[in-house]
């Protein structure tokens, strides 16, 4: 009976992802903002998703504390139970006035929103048509939904529209990332606006990534049903997800989302460091912020629609030296390899944030420089 042991599957599964070179495990980065160290060294961060710098904003930490000191540190219960504070009512009617949509809906993380968005509306009379390149959480939710799931070809509105049109009378849901998280590019949103309004589908977009855009109006005259979903974890600097979108649309997610009903509501003090962070992030100081961030982009990729860079190596070893290679010289630029990615394009993966200086991005672009030199 021994084959039948946990264990023994266990230690074989890990070794066949260690076989595979893709063992993992998480190292601590002691740090406020991307300056900090690892194992007692110092290092500048190129890694993380805190793309305005807000997580170390003064305002942003003071409302965490307020909230905390409030409220206290866990909301106790789901937000239909008795875990709803004003300051989750209150960044929810924030952020749909941000996104310019009638009504909002929090979720712990944006993982959950994904997945309680394409839960709530998708089903197995349903088609789900899905960006290739679309994060893990859409790919979930699309699966756990029971829908029809068919992948359209990258950031490529056309072949949706071929697959729509392949599907008279059907309804239908087309979900992207507004910027990828691999290669931060981004998706045609107007066209996939204009696609979805002809054939009556659903557009639901991923907004996590869009600190600099795009920024669609999908409140005008286009006539396209559409939900926004986004993360409090990266701009905002603070951790949750939500949904925006019309008021109809969003209250059938607050009773039908499991990952919104089933779960405990976000910590207050997370809650109030977004909506503080909110608050920056539409003030001239988040236009100042946002404008560094783009001349930092710059200086990295000139014209790169997004703070995500990827620097494709190809082979999996020289990425993984690489990056070992910029860690020597105190930057953490992470490798990302299959199967994160398609074989045959490893890469450094740069996410550069307003709270860089010049210094470190110049010190940066040389380090690059230097470990694409074969
Ligand atoms: C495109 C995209 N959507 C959703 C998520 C999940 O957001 P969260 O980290 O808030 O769960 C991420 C990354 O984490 C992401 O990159």
Partial sequence: MSELRWVDWADHESDRVRAAGQWRA??????????????????????????LGLTAHPAVIAAAHAALDRWGTGAGSARLIVGSRPVHTELEHALADWKGTEAAALFPTGFAA?????????GPDVLICSDALNHASIIDGARFSRAEV???HHADADHVDRLLAEAPGRRAIVVTDTVFSMDGDVA??????????????????????????????????????????????KTLGALGGYVAGP?????????RARSYIFTTAPPPATTAAALAALGVVRSP??????????????????????????????????TVTAAARLLDEGLLVPAIRPPTVAPGTSRLRVALSAAHTDEQVDQLVAALAEVRTP
């Avoid at 100081?285 to 990827?310: F, K, T």
């Fill in 188 to 233: 045609p949103v107007d066209a996939l606006v204009e696609v979805c309004a002809r054939h009556g589908a659903l557009l639901v977009l991923d907004e996590a990534h869009a600190v600099l855009g795009p920024d669609p109006d999908v409140a005008g005259a286009t006539g396209a049903e559409v939900l926004r979903i986004g993360t409090l974890s």
């Fill in 114 to 122: 994904n997945l309680g968005v394409l839960t709530s509306f998708g």
């Fill in 150 to 152: 068919t992948v359209f």
């Fill in 26 to 51: 998480p190292r601590d980065f002691d740090a406020l903002g991307p300056v900090g160290t690892i194992d007692g060294r110092p290092v500048v961060s190129f890694a993380s998703n805190d793309y």
């Fill in 247 to 255: 008021r109809r649309f969003v209250d059938l997610v607050v009773n």
């Fill in 285 to 318: 100081e988040g236009d100042a912020l946002r404008g560094h961030l783009r001349r930092l982009v710059d200086r990295v990729a000139p014209g790169h629609p997004s703070p995500i860079v990827p620097v494709v190596i190809g082979d999996e070893a020289a």
